[in-house]
């Protein structure tokens, strides 16, 4: 099987593991999000932990990545509690197409700090999709934006992290990575967690568990994807968690998304799809 395939299949999996993930989250109802946050990031924790010590590898990475590692961490965290925010407080399927975006943002990062040539289509590809971004927000600029611009802005805090992951490569082994970056946010969040702490029930506890298990499911794989291939050539296929998510907002929330909506989910698809037919034809025309 081609690197591109395995990443493809990665992040087939990764989408999964993140609908999951959500839904959980939003069965968890009246949790602090900071809270649901923490539980998700310490069972990631827990989970990469076995893993790097099985493989016998260092827990913290090498000396020369801890910059990046850092930064990988601050930015995905934020990108985390940001999403978490959004996911309690509008449609399912909005959140995670609002949270979709990374991919479309992670080109504009690369080509400013990592100096990658943005090719014309690319370009407006992201202006499509950010313009869909406007159907699914329906900016009125009262209270009721401040969700769906958590939506966006976790967006641009994962398109920084996984803008980071390009630059880490293979220099560090993924399961290192997650255990970083989990271990980060479990320190940093459970001071404040333990000051603001909210009691839960038996059936939060499972559902936020759960949601930790999804969450690294869905880390695993989306870090492994990037280091098979370029965001650009797969990242498409990370879409399917809009479907994921469609379905459980109906079943499970009762959440249908408006005509304004479905016409941004619409345009944000399309702009990848085209995006990735695009550098599917100019991979071709290279080989050839």
Excluded: C
């Excluded at 961490?73 to 940001?82: I, N, P, R, T, Y």
């Amino acid at each position: 099987m081609s690197d591109r395939n395995k990443g493809i299949l990665l992040l087939l999996l990764s989408a999964l593991g993140f609908s999951l993930m959500a839904v959980f989250v939003k069965l968890s109802g009246e949790v602090p999000t900071i809270q649901k946050t923490l539980f998700r990031n310490a069972v990631s924790m827990v989970i990469a932990f076995g893993f790097v010590v099985y493989h016998k590898e260092r827990l913290l990475g090498k000396k020369e990545n801890q910059k990046h590692l850092l930064l990988r961490s601050a930015l995905g965290m934020m990108g985390v509690l940001l999403n978490y925010y959004a996911i309690d407080h509008l449609v399912l399927s909005d959140a995670d197409m609002l949270n979709k975006m990374s991919p479309f943002i992670t080109i504009i990062f690369a080509a400013v700090f990592l100096k990658e040539y943005v090719l014309r289509f690319q370009v407006v590809s992201v202006i499509i999709a950010f313009l869909g971004t406007l159907f699914i927000i329906k900016p009125v600029f009262d209270l009721d934006m401040i969700p769906y611009i958590a939506g966006i802005l976790s967006a641009v805090f994962a398109g920084g992290a996984y803008t980071v992951l390009r630059v880490l490569g293979n220099k560090e082994q993924f399961y290192t990575v997650v255990f970083y970056f989990s271990a980060f946010s479990t320190v940093i969040l459970l001071p404040i967690v333990l000051f603001f702490y909210q009691p839960m029930t038996m059936q939060q506890w499972i559902y936020l568990l759960a949601a930790g298990v999804f969450a690294t499911v869905g880390q695993f794989g989306i870090t492994v994807a990037y280091k098979f291939a370029p965001a650009k050539e797969i990242s498409i296929f990370f879409y399917s968690t809009v479907v994921y998510s469609g379905i459980f907002s109906i079943v499970l929330f009762g959440q249908i998304p408006d005509l304004w909506s479905i016409l941004g989910y619409i345009a944000i698809f399309g702009a990848s799809l085209y995006m990735f037919l695009r550098n599917n034809r100019e991979f071709k025309e290279v080989k050839e």
